[in-house]
């Protein structure tokens, strides 16, 4: 990213850390840097797309640490903006980081970790905030409980209950195929069993009778996730996934309502 590396030789950032290291971040305008010897992951930006996402980030955090009795002071080190500029450090959380496009037979109980956590903390209601792009990324596994990290796409329109664990369910299912370019038909079976627990514990059918369509339609109309699919459409895998496989999942819902 130009606008980064001008951005360092101009201002003469100098971090007092010994260890550092540069993480590549996808179209996001905002640079993230680990800081070994700390321990913090330091995100920070002088554009101002960058800082808005920054921002929404800190925002974030603090309504999911309310939710689940999670202290943010914990989790936030320090967060300030000045002068077209914000920095963001977050304290490293341990835990276990799975790989999404790994086929769903391997993570599912982890998956299952995750949907009882979401029913578990965030009560039902008509619309509540979203995350946004819920995956497997996304989440940091601790022996007990978990952490939902990467609060980007927060802020935006309040969807209906369910939209970020039935999003993340089709992820589970998605990803692994999108990655290989195959059908794991173990995984649809688990897919289809999870789906009806979101049914059972009252996810809208609205999400549940025609996902794609559903997740791509308030992607598209909501003014924070649009510029994050605006800058590329592989942010958010719905928009990836190919029509033939979508049809095939949405024939294996359909028997669900029959």
């Not at 008509?126 to 601790?142: A, P, R, S, V, Y």
């Not at 978990?146 to 992820?171: M, N, Q, R």
């Not at 699919?229 to 294996?252: A, C, G, V």
Request: one cysteine or more; a positive charge.
């Amino acid at each position: 990213m130009t606008i980064f590396k001008n951005f360092f030789q101009s201002k003469n950032l100098n971090f007092p850390f010994k260890k550092k290291i540069k993480i590549n971040i996808h179209k996001n305008y905002y640079e993230l840097i680990y800081l070994k010897n700390k321990k913090i992951y330091k995100k920070l930006s002088y554009n101002t797309e960058g800082i808005k996402k920054i921002i929404k980030e800190r925002d974030g955090i603090i309504w999911y640490c309310k939710k689940t009795d999670y202290k943010n002071s914990k989790i936030i080190k320090n967060f300030k903006t000045e002068n077209n500029y914000a920095e963001l450090d977050l304290i490293e959380i341990k835990g276990k980081k799975l790989k999404s496009w790994d086929p769903l037979v391997k993570n599912i109980n982890y998956v299952n970790r995750l949907i009882n956590f979401y029913f578990l903390k965030f009560m039902k209601t008509k619309k509540m905030e979203i995350h946004g792009d819920l995956t497997l990324d996304n989440i940091i596994f601790k022996k007990r409980g978990l952490f939902i990290i990467d609060w980007e796409y927060f802020g935006g329109k309040k969807k209906l209950w369910g939209y970020d664990v039935a999003y993340f369910v089709l992820s589970s299912l998605c990803l692994p195929y999108i990655c290989h370019k195959k059908i794991f038909p173990k995984d649809e079976i688990l897919f289809i069993n999870l789906w009806k627990k979101l049914q059972k514990n009252g996810v809208s059918k609205k999400i549940l009778s025609n996902p794609f369509e559903y997740f791509e339609k308030e992607i598209k109309h909501d003014s924070i996730l649009k510029k994050g699919y605006l800058i590329s459409k592989s942010k958010f895998f719905p928009f990836i996934t190919n029509f033939k496989y979508k049809i095939r999942i949405k024939k294996l819902i359909n028997k669900i309502y029959e």
